[in-house]
């Protein structure tokens, strides 16, 4: 049986390392990300790549790999950080864990509402200092403002509800067409949005469209001493205006959990131009980190590891097409391709033709990928060098 070796990068909870060894796998970890040239070293004979948000895997990373790599798994939510449509033209199946830390980060961006209206931070601040400033001026209660969400997926839903049973009032705005949930109301742009939400939060995805959405344009439409929370992606929000605006007085707070460039390693240096200014809180990218949520993706994603590696199951992922694994019956062929009329019927002339009886098969598309699985009893010899040499094949891997 040929080992497989896994490697985690970026602090993975142990629960997932427990897991990949408990099916006899190798794991390497790492507590910080890796660099592009050390990162293609440290790939050579791996099949199963773990990674967070700060690990970038680009097309140019994917052409200098061996052909060892099977998976790469993102134990957060988001998939930005890697090239999906590359790694999928080398047949490289990619996972995510899109709903295990949504509770953690909706906490967060309601506490710190609550921390931003009362001005907790520079309280904080100013009794560290030794200075005692017992006053209500700029204070206020969260009840009865208007909370402006941008992005209605997993997390600002659920965000909208856990507003409302603070007593805000909830408007949302999203591209696409989300149901409201309690008594939230849908807003037609995002202009509309910003003018009437006391605290905008951001929940939107990393596409390149999205990068710098809250620029000097946005800002400048937003409420006059309202707050601004971004929780979602460090490229949506510029940040140079943002400290801008809040410097003006325009802004009154701000929480900002993401940024554009991170720190590679725990300890690292971090200088800002937000940092000092008064009721604005910045945090390592933590949204989701609670033991709870690392907990939850590092069980989620390394089961859907082990499911690949084991049966060829696809199931969640996130660039080819979903196939799910029942036990298996003979040896299973996993054969991914481009998706062009008629690969099936050629796969099939050649099983027979290597007298190879199909006992299971099942075949799935998305976009320019497809993905078939069959289990065969019994095969000719020289059946898999044939289907590689397939001008449709992207990937054969045989499970004995």
Known sequence: MVLVKALLLENI???????LE?????????????????LVAALAGVSLLGIRSNTKVTGDIIKRLDDSLLAIGCFCIGTNQVDVAAVAERGIAVFNAPYSNTRSVVELAMAEIVVLA?????????????IWVKSATGSHEVRAHTLGIVGYGNIGSQLSVLAESYGMRV??????????????????????????????SLHIDGRAANAGLFGEKALAKMKQRSFLLNLSRGHIV???????????????GA?????????????????????????????PHVGGSTQEAQVDIGHYVATKFTEYVAG?????????????????????????????????????????????NIAFQSLATSGEIGYVMTDVAEARRGLTEELRAMPETIRVRVIR
Do not use: W
């Open 13 to 19: 909870h142990p629960d997932a390392v427990a897991i």
């Open 22 to 38: 408990a099916k006899g796998f190798e794991v390497k970890t790492y507590a910080g990300s890796l660099s592009s040239d050390e």
């Open 118 to 130: 009362r001005h907790l931070t520079d309280r904080n601040q100013q009794m560290h200092e030794g």
């Open 171 to 200: 408007i949302y705005y999203d591209i696409a067409d989300k149901l409201a949930l309690g008594n939230a109301r849908r807003c037609n742009t995002l202009d509309e949005l910003l003018e009437q939400a006391d605290v905008v």
């Open 238 to 252: 510029d940040l140079e205006a943002l400290a801008q605006h809040l410097k003006s007085g325009h802004l009154a």
């Open 255 to 283: 929480a900002i959990d993401v940024f554009p460039t991170e720190p590679k390693t725990a300890g690292d240096p971090f200088i800002h131009e937000l940092q000092g200014i008064p009721n604005v809180i910045l945090t």
């Open 312 to 356: 060829g199951s696809t199931l969640m992922s996130v660039n080819l097409p979903n196939v799910g694994a029942p036990e298996r019956n003979g040896h299973r062929i996993l054969h991914i391709h481009r998706n062009i009329p008629g690969v099936l019927a050629k796969l099939n002339a050649l099983l027979a033709g290597y007298d190879a």
